[in-house]
C-alpha cells in the first residue's frame, strides 16, 4: 500500500497573502525549533521540511550535514565539497545527488547517505493545482555573500517587454538579499510585480517557491539554477533569456565558485528554445541534479533520520 505524505505547511492562498508585505516577507524568520547540530540544516526550509515528510517532530535537530547545493565543482578531476559542510564534528551527510556523494566521499573521513536534495519532498508532498496557471515568473540571477553580479537592467526590462503576450503578465520573483541591495527597484519602477518565498532562513521558503513557480504558465531566468530544475519536475516549460552576466568573486578562497558557474552556463543551450512543456533532455537533467533517483519514501528517510541520533544503535543503511 502507497505510504501517504503530508501536505504543505503553508497554502497557495497564504503564500500569495504573504505578497503584500515583501518587507515582512525578507525579514530573517527564524524556524521555531532551530537545529542544534548545524543551523544551515534548516536553510530554505530544507531540514524542516525532511523532518515534516518523515514525521519527525520539528524540534528534533537533525544528526548530519543536509547539502544545499546542486552543482559540485570538478576540479582536477575530483568533484569537491564545500570546506563550510566538511565539519569533523558531523561526520554524516545526506548527499543530495551523484555529484554531491563523490564530492563527500572524495573530502574523506565522512559517511555519506544519499537522499536526494531536500527540494524533491517537498514537491512530493504538493497537492493538486488549485487554479490553471497564467502568465512567467521570472528568475534574475542572484548575488550571494560570496559573489557580486552586473547585468544590464535595462536591457533586461527591454527584453521582458519584448516578449511574445502568452508570457505576459511576468512577475519577477526576488532574492531576499538582492531585494535588501535594491536591485529590483528597476522593475518596480517598470511597474512589474515583484513576488519572493522569503528569507533563506524561513522555513517556508521551499514552500512558497513551489507554490510560486505552479501558479505560472512559464518560468524564466538569465541562467540555469535549481528553480528550473524544480519546474522541469513540475512540469512548467523553461526558456533562458540571452543576458551577459558578469560574476565577481569577493574572497579569494572562494574561487572554486567559478568552475561551479561555468558548468552550469554550459547547461544554458538546453533551454534557450521555447517549448509546451519541459522536454525529456531537461527532465534528466532537473532528476541529474536534484537527485531523483535517491529520493527516499516517508519510512525510509524517517529511519535513516532515527538511526542518526547519538543514542541509536549503529548500522549500515
Not at 118 to 134: K, N
Not at 145 to 164: A, E, H, M, S, Y
Amino acid at each position: 500500500m502507497p505510504e501517504t505524505t503530508p501536505g504543505p505547511p503553508i497554502s497557495l492562498a497564504q503564500t500569495w497573502a504573504d505578497q503584500a508585505d515583501l518587507e515582512g516577507l525578507f525579514q530573517s524568520r527564524r524556524p521555531a525549533h532551530r537545529d542544534r547540530v548545524y543551523p544551515p540544516n534548516d536553510n530554505y526550509g530544507f531540514g524542516p521540511c525532511l523532518r515534516r515528510f518523515a514525521g519527525i517532530a520539528p524540534e528534533e535537530s537533525i544528526h548530519a550535514i543536509v547539502p544545499h547545493g546542486h552543482n559540485y565543482p570538478l576540479i582536477d578531476g575530483r568533484r569537491q565539497a564545500p570546506e563550510q559542510e566538511r565539519i569533523d564534528a558531523i561526520p554524516t551527510v545526506l548527499a543530495s545527488s551523484d555529484a554531491c556523494l563523490e564530492a563527500f566521499r572524495n573530502a574523506g573521513g565522512k559517511r555519506v547517505i544519499p537522499i536526494g536534495l531536500a527540494s524533491l519532498y517537498a514537491i512530493q508532498c504538493l497537492e493538486p493545482a488549485e487554479q490553471p496557471p497564467a502568465g512567467s515568473l521570472f528568475f534574475r540571477c542572484h548575488s550571494t555573500g560570496v559573489t557580486q553580479l552586473k547585468l544590464d537592467d535595462d536591457q533586461l526590462i527591454r527584453n521582458l517587454r519584448g516578449l511574445p503576450d502568452r508570457f505576459h503578465p511576468i512577475r519577477i520573483c526576488a532574492y531576499w538579499r538582492d531585494w535588501d541591495l535594491g536591485e529590483y527597484e528597476p522593475f518596480l519602477a517598470e511597474g512589474f510585480q515583484v513576488v519572493g518565498a522569503g528569507s533563506h532562513c524561513d522555513p517556508l521558503f521551499i514552500w512558497r517557491h513551489l507554490h510560486l513557480l505552479r501558479s505560472h504558465r512559464y518560468v524564466l531566468s538569465t541562467g540555469v539554477s535549481s528553480h528550473f530544475f524544480h519546474a522541469c519536475l513540475l512540469g512548467i516549460p523553461t526558456l533562458i533569456l540571452p543576458m551577459p552576466v558578469q560574476r565577481v568573486i569577493r574572497y579569494q578562497n572562494f574561487a572554486w565558485k567559478v568552475q561551479t558557474y561555468q558548468e552550469m552556463l554550459a547547461l544554458r543551450s538546453h533551454f534557450q528554445v521555447e517549448r509546451s512543456e519541459p522536454s525529456r533532455d531537461q527532465r534528466a537533467l532537473s532528476e541529474l541534479f536534484l537527485g531523483s533517483s535517491h529520493q527516499r519514501s516517508p519510512s525510509e528517510l524517517k529511519q535513516i533520520l532515527n538511526s542518526l541520533r547519538p543514542q541509536a544503535s549503529s548500522r549500515t543503511l
